[in-house]
């Protein structure tokens, strides 16, 4: 009986630090991505921050401009995604940029770009992209992507 007790025990005390070990990672990662992001279009800096907020291992991620949500709408600024239907593997600097890139394992169509929680009635993508304000900030953040997708269970892609 004591075997099963400390099994139970030592069971209890892993879940409770995994949870943990996330909570701190996404908070990391709010802040961060709040004093180092950016987005832009085709190389011109358009808006201003990147806000990330997360609920467990769902992310929604708002586009600011001038302070306020771009086009002047949450819905049309914000992408909602899960990091437990991302590829870790898939997480990667782009060549020459500050631009961390992600996909869903399996490139399913998982990610919302239009402000919806489901993609049942949303428009979805397979791949997203935040960008920093410069490359070892973007390496710094790849790097806690890659582990908070790996805490909420989110795994490559068979081929």
């Known amino acids: 009986m004591t075997g099963i007790w400390v099994q139970l025990v030592t069971l209890s005390l892993l879940g409770s630090a995994c949870g943990q070990s996330l909570k701190q990672t996404t908070q990391w990662m709010r802040t961060f991505a709040s004093a180092h992001s950016h987005w832009h279009v085709e190389g011109a800096q358009f808006g201003d921050s990147t806000e ?69 009635y949303a428009v979805c993508v397979s791949g997203w992209v ?15 992507m890659r582990h908070a997708i790996t805490l909420c269970g989110g795994r490559a892609s068979p081929f």
């Open 130 to 144: 935040i960008n920093f304000d410069e490359e070892a900030n973007a390496v710094r953040f790849a790097k806690a």
């Open 52 to 120: 990330l907020k997360f609920s467990g291992c769902g992310v929604k991620q708002i586009l600011y401009q001038d302070g306020k949500p771009l086009n002047g709408s949450l819905d049309a600024s914000t992408t909602t995604y899960s990091l437990a239907d991302l590829d870790p593997k898939s997480v990667k600097l782009y060549a020459n940029s500050a631009s961390v890139g992600f996909e869903t394992t399996n490139s399913e169509d998982k990610i919302s770009i239009s402000g919806e929680a489901s993609c049942k």
